[in-house]
């Protein structure tokens, strides 16, 4: 077999270096192992939710928006999501897959953790970027964190966002990004 020919898995490190994959299912598969159930349209995007439809996932792929992932949490199915999450096409789907794990577990344990999100502070959060020899930096109400290589990052922007617009996407609480600047394969989170 050349060389050049990929035969099995093949495994990144460090992660944040790691390509999408043209499919959906690794990261679908701990929410679908966890009880929620998928649903699809003619467009070939998958969409999940939870049995209680307050927790939903979209794998989008041909949606005219840029994230090809959106996870939402909704107090009640039918208001504004209390959270948004989304990753853009060129995101890892190990990152997505951890991320979907994570969610369900949560959501296994005691759904409400998911709506009511942790009572935890954001430098619980960075613990691990630190630990992980990732440099920080701060300016006025955000912290921003870069990775050894700098190859990836991490901004949280502390103080009042206009909900409305962090909901459309338009401001982020916290933002990771991935892979080298200039280039079509940066990702965000």
């Known amino acids: 077999m050349p060389a050049h020919t990929l035969d099995g898995d093949v495994y990144v490190t460090p992660l944040h270096l790691a390509g999408a994959t043209a499919i959906g ?6 929410l679908l192992d966890s009880g929620f159930v998928a649903h699809s349209d003619d467009l070939a995007n998958v ?13 989008l792929p041909e949606s005219p928006d840029n994230p090809l992932w959106k996870v939402a949490a ?3 199915p039918f208001s504004a999501p209390d959270w948004l999450a989304t990753f853009d096409s060129n ?7 951890a991320f979907s794990s994570a969610l369900a577990a949560s959501y296994a344990e005691e759904p ?3 709506l009511n999100g942790s009572r935890h502070q954001a430098e619980e959060g960075f613990r691990p970027l630190e630990d992980a020899g990732w440099k920080r930096g701060s300016w006025r109400l955000t912290t921003l964190f870069t990775a050894p290589d700098g190859l990836a990052g991490l901004t949280y922007r502390g103080g009042i966002l206009d909900r409305q617009a962090e909901l459309r996407g338009d401001q982020d609480r916290w933002l990771l990004w991935g892979g080298e600047d200039g280039f079509s394969s ?3 989170a």
Request: hydrophobic share 30%; net charge neutral; no cysteine.
């Open 186 to 188: 940066r990702w965000y």
């Open 91 to 97: 995101t890892p789907t190990e990152l997505v897959t």
């Open 74 to 76: 909704h107090r009640d």
């Open 25 to 30: 299912d690794p990261a679908l598969r701990p």
């Open 47 to 59: 969409y999940v939710s939870s049995p209680d439809q307050r927790i939903r996932l979209g794998f």
């Open 112 to 114: 409400d953790t998911v």
